[in-house]
């Protein structure tokens, strides 16, 4: 058996304990080891806004060369390793490492940082509670809550919340 199946296994035959804060840590621990072992997240996907390309990378088959790397491929590393030197970073560290979106959203651009922190605090944030489990896919950490994932942001990616 992998280690994530062993840990997925452990993690659900788990005792909850008697308190209530013992049962919600269990769930909790539950809850990330699927989010982790399946690669889907929690919470729901909200419409976007602004409809317009601007800062967005245009994702195409055309032309490509198939002896040589997938574009996309390259295009999405190339982003995680820019997400965590930028100072005023563009890029969401939080889309870029769900692998359920498509590969425009993963790559989207915003204006200034305040724009990516408006996005953080209304799409990923909002949905994070104060003793929630919350993974961070690129570093594949878990964060205790609200507050570690606000201080994850800002220390590891530079993004302000």
Known sequence: MRPEQKELVEATHTPSGQT?????????????????????GEGRVLPSRDKRSHGRIAVSGKGRDDHGPDPVTVALEAAKVLVYKEKGPTKCFVCLGDESLPAEQRLQSFSTSTDLSKHFKRRHLKYVGEAELFTCRLCLICLDGKMHVQRHA??????VS
Do not use: H, S
């Not at 769930?27 to 982790?36: A, D, G, K, L, Q």
């Open 154 to 159: 800002i220390e590891i990616y530079g993004t």
């Open 20 to 40: 209530l804060e013992a049962k919600i840590r269990c769930r909790n621990r539950v809850i990330c080891v699927v989010i982790t072992y399946c690669g889907i």
